[in-house]
């Protein structure tokens, strides 16, 4: 049985620094206010700060640090995490060592902020205990107490700053009962929400989370698929932000009760950068997300979308099939559009008629006849399909097969002698035959208009510049497991996240995909034509030479581009327990 940990006041009892009595009484006391005990002995002037510090490191058997210690500052590294998360959470970066970084904090109770601190520095954190107080004194003496204004901040710099909440508390008082100026391009609120918008493009982000809470407004930025906590605003700023963002975008902005949709263009270092903006109501205010759309992230080329030589081969020729439908497969966010998009980069010639109807239309291509859907007029994808069969064109692109009306029109649209692309949201290839057939498409229609089906994920890449071969003692078998790989096999050949500025301490700058593709067969037709469940369909596609998900992430793994936990994460085979 595992030992019981010591309780904080019986260590100060022991130590002699408290009696029974005044545990008792400041127990009591704590109770009563919702404190912990600790905090009580202290404010009753029972016990030094450092005292309880001390025990608190003994009950949880961590070393205690004496910041006040001669040569402590020479052990201290601030370089080693981002100076935004040293001060909101007074922490202090020791040494690392691999994956392993010691932090001095002061509260080993708070298991959400160690959480954090893992994922926001990538590293395995082994904590030691100081004072609340002697960390914040250190802090102080070391950093500059004075942060730089919003308009000159780098990214990674706080995006809140004192000068800042100054100028707007001196705006507040100015205009008394007038609201903030959201218009001018010399208003904090302006700056401050230009800044956001440069900074999250510089920092690869794909989204921007705006999302007011009960005491304050929620920053995040997603960057490859991942969302991190970027600042915290205060409450007061939470209006006027919103308001600057939705005249941006072309919203309503006296209209909080009903969801708005918009868009904001602006160029960050000579690119014109689309922002597709969505409002919606919400408890503490409206939640905004804008969407980054960059021109050139769809113009990345064939070879640099993470195809292995085999599927690109195999891709390259699907593609300039003369008709026929190709679907791509996946959850949101998985790059489907992507793909799609940097085939008709390809086949975009003279020569070529290429139409598509999305929903909404994100990039714009010369060459391509691109519609946008508008159910509101009754301009859906049933109706531009019909409308561009009588375009004559060579290629059609439906944004999705939602439904059966447009299922059939793309389907006879493939038998009538065009090539069609699209996309489904299913978990695999095979899955996309069953999908489409109960939509209530025959199953005859489906079996023969189908050349093939590709399903895909989007895994997030070692950073080049700290990433380093992991040795036995990194290696999580688990993982290897999930991805059939032996660790005899793995040796000499995976690589691990380090971290660093260039990666945002995460370890991974950009995204790849992995690929199952499955062509169209006799045998998968029959199956198809026959209504056969999608487990019958999958190992028939796997018997005709179909690699899984799994396996195009295997071979990403062994070649340095990846780790086995985060293939693991985005295509675990089903049936496999955590």
Same mark, same amino acid.
């Given at each position: 049985?595992?030992?019981?940990?010591?309780? +904080?006041?019986?260590?100060?009892?022991?130590?002699?620094?408290?009696?029974? #009595?005044?545990?008792?009484?400041?127990?009591?006391?704590?109770?009563?206010?919702?404190?912990?005990?600790?905090?009580?002995?202290?404010?009753?002037?029972?016990?030094?700060?450092?005292?309880?510090?001390?025990?608190?490191?003994?009950?949880?058997?961590?070393?205690?640090?004496?910041?006040?210690?001669?040569?402590?500052?020479?052990?201290? #590294?601030?370089?080693?995490?981002?100076?935004?998360?040293?001060?909101?959470?007074?922490?202090?970066?020791?040494?690392?060592?691999?994956?392993?970084?010691?932090?001095?904090?002061?509260?080993?109770?708070?298991?959400?902020?160690?959480?954090?601190?893992?994922?926001?520095?990538?590293?395995?954190?082994?904590?030691?205990?100081?004072?609340?107080?002697?960390?914040?004194?250190?802090?102080?003496?070391?950093?500059?107490?004075?942060?730089?204004?919003?308009? #000159? &901040?780098?990214?990674?710099?706080?995006?809140?700053?004192?000068?800042?909440?100054?100028?707007?508390?001196?705006?507040?008082? @100015?205009?008394?009962?007038?609201?903030?100026?959201?218009?001018?391009?010399?208003?904090?609120?302006?700056?401050?929400?230009?800044?956001?918008?440069?900074?999250?493009?510089?920092?690869?982000?794909?989204?921007?989370?705006?999302?007011?809470?009960?005491?304050?407004?929620? +920053?995040?930025?997603?960057?490859?698929?991942?969302?991190?906590?970027?600042?915290?605003?205060?409450?007061?700023?939470?209006?006027?932000? +919103?308001?600057?963002?939705?005249?941006?975008?072309?919203?309503?902005?006296?209209?909080?009760?009903?969801?708005? #949709?918009?868009?904001?263009?602006?160029?960050?270092?000579?690119?014109?950068?689309?922002?597709?903006?969505?409002?919606?109501?919400?408890?503490?205010?409206?939640?905004?997300?804008?969407?980054?759309?960059?021109?050139?992230?769809? @113009?990345?080329?064939?070879?640099?979308?993470?195809?292995?030589?085999?599927?690109?081969?195999?891709?390259?020729?699907?593609?300039?099939?003369?008709?026929?439908?190709?679907?791509?497969?996946?959850?949101?966010?998985?790059?489907?559009?992507?793909?799609?998009?940097?085939?008709?980069?390809?086949?975009?010639?003279?020569?070529?008629?290429?139409?598509?109807?999305?929903?909404?239309?994100?990039?714009?291509?010369?060459?391509?006849?691109?519609?946008?859907?508008?159910?509101?007029?009754?301009?859906?994808?049933?109706?531009?399909? @019909?409308?561009?069969?009588?375009?004559?064109?060579?290629?059609?692109?439906?944004?999705?097969?939602?439904? @059966?009306?447009?299922?059939?029109?793309?389907?006879?649209?493939?038998?009538?002698?065009?090539?069609?692309?699209?996309?489904?949201?299913?978990?695999?290839?095979?899955?996309?035959?069953?999908?489409?057939?109960?939509?209530?498409?025959?199953?005859?229609?489906?079996?023969?208009?189908?050349?093939?089906?590709?399903?895909?994920?989007?895994?997030?890449?070692?950073?080049?510049?700290?990433?380093?071969?992991?040795?036995?003692?990194?290696?999580?078998?688990?993982?290897?497991?999930?991805?059939?790989?032996?660790?005899?096999?793995?040796?000499?050949?995976?690589?691990?996240?380090?971290?660093?500025?260039?990666?945002?301490?995460?370890?991974?700058?950009?995204?790849?995909?992995?690929?199952?593709?499955?062509?169209?067969?006799?045998?998968?037709?029959?199956?198809?034509?026959?209504?056969?469940?999608?487990?019958?369909?999958?190992?028939? &596609?796997?018997?005709?030479?179909?690699?899984?998900?799994?396996?195009?992430?295997?071979?990403?793994?062994?070649?340095?581009?990846?780790?086995?936990?985060?293939?693991?994460?985005?295509?675990?085979?089903?049936?496999?327990?955590?």
């Amino acid at each position: 049985m595992a030992r019981s940990r010591k309780k +904080l006041g019986e260590i100060l009892v022991s130590w002699g620094v408290v009696t029974a #009595d005044q545990v008792k009484e400041s127990a009591t006391m704590a109770k009563g206010a919702g404190k912990r005990l600790g905090e009580v002995l202290v404010e009753q002037g029972f016990a030094t700060e450092g005292q309880v510090a001390k025990a608190i490191a003994n009950q949880f058997g961590m070393e205690f640090v004496d910041l006040a210690a001669a040569g402590m500052s020479s052990k201290i #590294d601030m370089k080693l995490v981002p100076e935004d998360l040293v001060r909101k959470h007074l922490i202090l970066p020791m040494a690392k060592s691999g994956s392993k970084l010691q932090l001095v904090i002061h509260d080993p109770m708070d298991l959400e902020l160690m959480d954090m601190l893992r994922f926001r520095l990538n590293a395995e954190v082994e904590p030691r205990i100081a004072a609340r107080s002697d960390i914040k004194a250190f802090i102080e003496g070391t950093l500059e107490t004075k942060r730089p204004s919003i308009a #000159d &901040a780098e990214p990674g710099a706080s995006l809140v700053t004192d000068s800042i909440d100054r100028t707007i508390d001196r705006s507040v008082d @100015r205009s008394m009962d007038k609201s903030i100026d959201v218009s001018s391009e010399d208003s904090p609120i302006v700056k401050l929400g230009n800044r956001m918008l440069t900074e999250a493009v510089n920092m690869r982000a794909s989204d921007i989370h705006i999302e007011p809470m009960a005491d304050r407004v929620r +920053l995040r930025y997603r960057i490859d698929g991942v969302c991190i906590e970027r600042d915290n605003l205060p409450k007061r700023m939470q209006n006027a932000l +919103l308001s600057r963002l939705k005249l941006m975008s072309g919203m309503n902005i006296a209209e909080k009760r009903t969801p708005q #949709d918009g868009r904001i263009k602006l160029v960050v270092d000579d690119v014109a950068v689309d922002f597709r903006v969505s409002a919606c109501p919400a408890y503490h205010g409206e939640s905004v997300v804008l969407r980054i759309l960059r021109p050139d992230s769809v @113009r990345i080329g064939l070879s640099n979308l993470g195809f292995e030589p085999e599927n690109l081969a195999v891709f390259n020729k699907i593609i300039r099939r003369p008709n026929g439908i190709f679907l791509v497969t996946g959850p949101t966010g998985s790059g489907k559009t992507t793909t799609l998009y940097s085939a008709l980069d390809i086949l975009n010639r003279p020569d070529k008629k290429i139409i598509t109807a999305e929903d909404p239309v994100e990039y714009n291509f010369d060459g391509i006849n691109q519609c946008q859907v508008r159910e509101s007029i009754g301009f859906g994808f049933s109706s531009i399909l @019909r409308s561009m069969l009588r375009q004559a064109p060579n290629i059609i692109l439906v944004g999705e097969i939602r439904d @059966r009306e447009v299922g059939e029109i793309a389907i006879q649209a493939a038998l009538t002698g065009h090539l069609v692309f699209s996309t489904l949201h299913t978990n695999d290839a095979p899955g996309a035959i069953t999908r489409l057939i109960d939509m209530g498409i025959k199953p005859f229609l489906v079996a023969s208009s189908i050349q093939a089906i590709m399903a895909q994920r989007l895994i997030r890449i070692l950073c080049k510049d700290c990433k380093t071969l992991a040795e036995e003692a990194d290696l999580d078998h688990k993982y290897l497991n999930l991805i059939d790989l032996e660790p005899a096999d793995a040796l000499g050949r995976v690589h691990k996240p380090v971290g660093c500025p260039v990666c945002v301490n995460t370890g991974f700058k950009g995204r790849r995909a992995i690929f199952e593709m499955m062509l169209m067969n006799a045998e998968i037709r029959d199956l198809a034509f026959n209504r056969a469940p999608v487990v019958q369909l999958r190992n028939a &596609a796997l018997k005709s030479g179909m690699l899984p998900l799994v396996h195009d992430g295997k071979l990403k793994v062994l070649g340095g581009m990846t780790t086995a936990d985060e293939v693991a994460r985005v295509a675990q085979v089903a049936g496999v327990e955590d």
